[in-house]
């Protein structure tokens, strides 16, 4: 059985990188999230030379949408989550997945839950 890890390899990590994922083409868009996504390693070469051939995942959670640290960071974690399970299956390309409206007062266990439910229909659209 695999480890559904999310190694440093396959998060995004420099300004230029969400750059130009954001500047990509938009892939999905629901209720709460817009994912965005650009051929792999486009802002810039890795370090050894070789073409960066794994999904990676970027996010953009601002605090004007979702005011509360809780809710930003519950929010990043079930997105970091669904990408775990779903990187593999998914094309190479730098993916970012953007909050792009206010969030529902609601529990944050229902939260959770819709954006679980949200992402995951967005991965799974993507994967095919």
Do not use: W
């Not at 130009?20 to 083409?25: E, I, Q, T």
């Not at 997105?79 to 094309?91: C, V």
């Not at 997945?97 to 229902?110: E, I």
């Amino acid at each position: 059985m695999s480890r559904a890890t999310l190694p440093a390899e396959a998060r995004l990590h420099r300004p230029s990188e969400f750059a130009a994922a954001l500047k990509g083409r938009r892939l999905a868009r629901g209720a709460m999230f817009i994912v965005s996504a650009a051929p792999a390693g486009q802002a810039s070469a890795p370090q050894d030379g070789a073409p960066v051939s794994c999904a990676r995942l970027g996010l953009v959670i601002a605090k004007r949408f979702a005011a509360l640290a809780v809710t930003r960071n519950a929010l990043k974690r079930v997105i970091r989550e669904s990408f775990r399970h779903q990187r593999l299956a998914l094309p190479p390309q730098d993916y970012v997945v953007r909050l792009h409206s206010k969030v529902s007062p609601t529990t944050l266990t229902q939260l959770k839950l819709a954006a679980r439910a949200e992402v995951d229909a967005h991965f799974g659209r993507i994967r095919r």
